[in-house]
């Protein structure tokens, strides 16, 4: 396959996933709008709590790594 080719079919790929993303965040954006102060409140809170779960599983997975970080850690403490 040519270079051109190849950047050419890349190039299209990428303006295709723009595309695609630039409409998944205009619906959100809509839905997003409709929703009450609760359900907003709701989702904000649900949000954050995944985030934080999603930290800490790996902060778990750091100390008990091979690597020796929570030995580092403790070390600096």
Request: with cysteine.
């Given at each position: 396959?040519?270079a051109?080719?190849s950047s050419a079919?890349?190039?299209e790929?990428?303006?295709?996933?723009?595309?695609h993303?630039?409409s998944?965040?205009?619906?959100?954006a809509?839905w997003?709008?409709?929703?009450?102060?609760?359900?907003?409140?709701?989702?904000?809170?649900?949000?954050?709590l995944?985030?934080?779960m999603?930290f800490?599983?790996?902060?778990?997975?750091?100390?008990e790594?091979?690597?020796?970080?929570?030995?580092?850690?403790s070390?600096?403490?």
């Open positions: 396959m040519p051109s080719t079919f890349s190039e790929l990428w303006n295709m996933v723009v595309c993303v630039q998944a965040s205009h619906d959100f809509i997003t709008a409709r929703l009450s102060d609760g359900e907003r409140v709701v989702g904000l809170c649900v949000f954050a995944t985030i934080v999603i800490s599983f790996g902060a778990g997975w750091l100390f790594d091979k690597a020796g970080v929570g030995e580092f850690v070390t600096l403490f």
